[in-house]
C-alpha cells in the first residue's frame, strides 16, 4: 500500500482558519486553528500537505545542465543576466512562503493537546522538510535569511538581512539533529516514506559533504571533511541497523519495484490521486503521446560507463594488452561501444539496436529500439543520438506512462549514503580499506566482475586524489540521472576545469545502398541478421559524432557557483544585500 502522506485526504481542512463567524458562533466551514492542533488526523494532515508541497520531484531538465545530456542554455554557456534569472537549474529559488507554513506548525502545535510523543514526531518532520528547503537555497545562494517563525507584518520588522553561508548551516544541522532525536528508525508499511531517524542522518551527511567540499571550503579546512565523515559514518551505521536499509540487489528493481531496502528519502506517487508523465517524457514521440525530451544521454555519458570487469572503457584492438579509447565512428571494435559494458550501462544507455520493447511497439520492431535517421519518429527525435530507460517501465503503454505514471521518485538511496561516505573517507585519508569496501560493494551489486585480485576492475594501491576521482567516478555512474551530478560539479567547481569544453553527439545513418528501403523494410531485413550487432554493424550503418555545444562551448563563471538575487527582492527589501559578483554586490556567500 503507498503511504498516507501523499494522499490529499482532508486538503481543503488545512487553512489555518482563525477567523470568528458572526455572533461569535463557531464557523462551520472552515477548522479552527485549535482544533488543528488537537487533532492527530488534522495535524498529520496539515503535516502531509508540507510534505507535498516541499519534497522534490522527477526534474528532466537537471541533466541537462552538465555532461549527462544536451541543453543548458545560457548557464553552460556563461550567458546569465545580470539578474541572475535568466534560466537555469539556479533560476530564482525562494521558498519562503512554504517555510512560513512549516513555522506555523512548528510554533503552534505545542499549544494543542495531542500526546508528546506525537507532537514530537509530527515536529520532526516539518523540521526535517525546513532543513531541506534552507539547504536547497544555501546551495544557490550562500548565506540567505534565516526565518525561524511566523512574520506578522503587522508587528515583525520584515526587512531582514542575510545570515551568513556558516549560520544558515548551524540552523540546518540543528533541525536535522533534533528531527532525528524524534524520529522512527522504521515506519509502519502504510507510512512508507515519512523521514526516519537514518533519512534526517543522511542528509545531514549530504549537507556537510557539500559544506566540506571547495564551493563552500576553498581553503580545504580538513576539519569539515572529518566532521562531515562522522556524520556520514553514523548515518550508514543507524540505516544498516535500526533502519533496515542495504543495497538492494537488482541495480533495475530500485525503482521499479514500489519499495525496496535502498529507498531512504524518497517522494510518493499514487495513481489515480498523484501522478507524473516523467517517465512518458524519456520515450521517443511515437510512444510517448505528446511527451518526450527527457534524459537524452550525451555521447559522454555513454562512453564514460567501465567495462564488465570493471576496467577503463576501451578496447585492445590490436592484441597488444593496450585498450584504444572508442570511437563511434570507427568501423572495427573501437565503434562497437556498447559490447561487454558495465551491467548499469544497459540499465541506462538505449543505443542504436537496443533491447528496449517498449508497450505499442510494432511487432516489426521485434522489441529493439532504432535511434539511426529514419528509424524513428521524424517529428523530435532524440537529441543525442541516444535514448535513457532509467526509471522507465517498459511494459506500460504510453497512455498509462503519460497519465498514470506513480513511479516514486528517490531523492535519497542507500547507494549516495555510501558513495558520500567513500569521499569523505578518502578525503580525511588513511581509510583506504573502507573506500575499497564502498567501492568493490557498488560495483558487485552493479554485476560487475572481481576478476582474479578481488577488485572490480579498481586500481590497486591508490593514492589519496586517485581514491577521491574514483568515488567521483562511481558516482556519475552509480546515480546517472538522479540529480547528482550537477550539484557534484557544483560543490567540487569541476566546472572551472571544464572551460572550453563540448559535449558530444552521435548521428548514425543507414548506408546508402539502404537508404531507400521503408524503415519496416529495413528493420525486418537486419534483423535477421545474428552478428547485427557485431561485426556487421558498420554493413549497415554509418556513424557521425558532432558537438552538442556547436555555437559555444562551456564558459561556467565563477560567479555563478553563488548565484545573485533578482531585483523583485531589493524592492521588496531594502535591507538584503546582493551576492558578490553580482551587480555590485557585497555578501560574501562563504562568511
Known amino acids: 500500500m503507498k503511504a498516507k502522506?501523499?494522499?490529499?485526504?482532508?486538503?481543503?481542512?488545512?487553512?489555518?482558519?482563525?477567523?470568528?463567524?458572526?455572533?461569535?458562533?463557531?464557523?462551520?466551514?472552515?477548522?479552527?486553528?485549535?482544533?488543528?492542533?488537537?487533532?492527530?488526523?488534522?495535524?498529520?494532515?496539515?503535516?502531509?500537505?508540507?510534505?507535498?508541497?516541499n519534497m522534490p520531484s522527477f526534474d528532466g531538465d537537471m541533466s541537462e545542465y552538465c555532461d549527462e545530456s544536451n541543453g543548458g542554455g545560457d548557464f553552460i554557456h556563461g550567458r546569465l543576466t545580470a539578474v541572475a534569472t535568466a534560466g537555469g537549474p539556479l533560476e530564482e529559488y525562494w521558498p519562503y512562503d512554504k517555510i512560513y507554513t512549516l513555522n506555523v506548525l512548528l510554533t503552534s502545535i505545542d499549544g494543542g493537546s495531542l500526546s508528546e510523543e506525537v507532537r514530537n514526531q509530527i515536529k520532526a518532520q516539518a523540521l526535517f522538510l525546513r532543513a531541506?528547503?534552507?539547504?536547497?537555497?544555501?546551495?544557490?545562494?550562500?548565506?540567505?535569511?534565516?526565518?525561524?517563525?511566523?512574520?506578522?507584518?503587522?508587528?515583525?520588522?520584515?526587512y531582514v538581512t542575510r545570515n551568513t553561508a556558516k549560520e544558515c548551516i548551524d540552523q540546518i544541522i540543528k533541525d536535522l539533529d533534533e528531527a532525528a532525536a524524534s524520529l522512527p528508525s522504521v515506519w509502519g508499511t502504510e507510512d512508507f516514506g515519512r523521514i526516519t531517524k537514518g533519512a534526517a542522518m543522511a542528509f545531514k551527511g549530504r549537507v556537510l559533504l557539500t559544506y566540506a567540499s571547495k564551493q563552500f571550503n576553498p581553503n580545504n579546512d580538513r576539519t569539515r571533511w572529518e566532521q562531515a565523515y562522522q556524520a556520514c559514518l553514523a548515518a550508514k551505521e543507524e540505516l544498516s541497523t535500526n533502519g533496515e536499509r542495504a543495497l538492494h540487489p537488482v541495480y533495475d528493481e530500485i525503482w521499479t519495484q514500489e519499495t525496496t531496502s535502498e529507498t531512504v528519502i524518497t517522494t510518493r506517487f499514487l495513481d489515480p490521486v498523484r501522478t507524473h508523465n516523467f517517465m512518458a517524457g524519456l520515450r521517443p514521440l511515437e510512444f510517448s503521446v505528446g511527451a518526450t525530451g527527457n534524459n537524452h544521454p550525451s555521447l559522454d555519458l555513454a562512453l564514460a560507463f567501465p567495462m564488465a570487469d570493471g576496467t577503463s572503457p576501451g578496447v585492445d584492438v590490436d592484441g597488444d594488452g593496450v585498450k584504444e579509447e572508442f570511437d563511434p565512428t570507427a568501423t572495427d571494435a573501437r565503434g562497437l561501444y556498447w559490447l561487454n559494458r558495465d551491467p548499469r550501462f544497459y540499465s541506462i544507455i538505449v543505443y542504436n539496436g537496443a533491447e528496449y520493447p517498449l508497450?505499442?511497439?510494432?511487432?516489426?520492431?521485434?522489441?529493439?529500439?532504432?535511434?539511426?535517421?529514419?528509424?524513428?519518429?521524424?517529428?523530435?527525435?532524440?537529441?543525442?543520438?541516444?535514448?535513457?530507460?532509467?526509471?522507465?517501465?517498459?511494459?506500460?503503454?504510453?497512455?498509462?506512462a503519460k497519465d498514470h505514471g506513480d513511479m516514486d521518485w528517490i531523492e535519497m538511496r542507500y547507494a549516495e549514503v555510501l558513495l558520500?561516505?567513500?569521499e569523505c573517507a578518502a578525503e580525511v585519508g588513511n581509510k583506504d580499506d573502507e573506500v575499497y569496501d564502498i567501492l568493490k560493494q557498488i560495483r558487485h551489486r552493479a554485476g560487475i566482475t572481481p576478476n582474479g585480485d578481488g577488485l572490480y576492475g579498481l586500481k590497486a594501491n591508490m593514492s589519496q586524489q586517485e581514491l577521491i576521482e574514483a568515488v567521483l567516478y562511481e558516482r556519475r555512474i552509480e546515480l546517472a540521472f538522479e540529480g547528482k551530478r550537477f550539484w557534484d560539479m557544483m560543490r567540487r567547481k569541476i566546472f572551472t576545469d571544464m572551460q572550453g569544453y563540448t559535449r558530444q553527439r552521435i548521428e548514425i545513418q543507414v548506408q546508402p545502398e539502404y537508404a531507400s528501403m521503408s524503415r519496416q523494410d529495413f528493420i525486418v531485413m537486419i534483423?535477421?541478421?545474428?552478428?547485427?550487432?557485431?561485426k556487421n554493424y558498420f554493413k549497415y550503418f554509418t556513424t557521425q559524432t558532432w558537438n552538442i555545444d556547436?555555437?559555444?562551448?562551456?564558459?561556467?563563471?565563477?560567479?555563478?557557483?553563488?548565484?545573485?538575487?533578482?531585483?523583485?527582492?531589493?524592492?521588496?527589501?531594502?535591507?538584503?544585500?546582493?551576492?558578490?559578483?553580482?551587480?555590485?554586490?557585497?555578501?560574501?556567500?562563504l562568511q
Open 550 to 589: 556547436e555555437l559555444y562551448k562551456w564558459d561556467v563563471k565563477d560567479n555563478y557557483y553563488f548565484q545573485g538575487l533578482s531585483r523583485e527582492h531589493f524592492e521588496q527589501n531594502p535591507k538584503l544585500q546582493q551576492t558578490i559578483g553580482w551587480e555590485s554586490g557585497d555578501f560574501d556567500p
Open 420 to 422: 558520500n561516505l567513500a
Open 5 to 53: 502522506i501523499y494522499i490529499p485526504v482532508l486538503l481543503g481542512l488545512l487553512g489555518l482558519a482563525s477567523c470568528t463567524a458572526v455572533l461569535d458562533k463557531d464557523d462551520l466551514t472552515a477548522v479552527s486553528e485549535q482544533a488543528t492542533w488537537d487533532s492527530e488526523i488534522l495535524s498529520t494532515a496539515f503535516l502531509d500537505k508540507c510534505y507535498l508541497d
Open 132 to 158: 531541506y528547503q534552507y539547504f536547497q537555497m544555501v546551495k544557490i545562494y550562500g548565506g540567505v535569511p534565516l526565518i525561524l517563525a511566523p512574520q506578522d507584518r503587522y508587528k515583525d520588522d520584515l
Open 359 to 400: 508497450n505499442g511497439m510494432p511487432e516489426w520492431f521485434q522489441g529493439c529500439m532504432y535511434t539511426y535517421k529514419g528509424g524513428e519518429d521524424t517529428h523530435s527525435p532524440t537529441g543525442t543520438g541516444f535514448y535513457s530507460c532509467k526509471f522507465s517501465i517498459p511494459e506500460k503503454t504510453a497512455t498509462e
Open 527 to 534: 534483423k535477421q541478421d545474428p552478428e547485427l550487432m557485431t
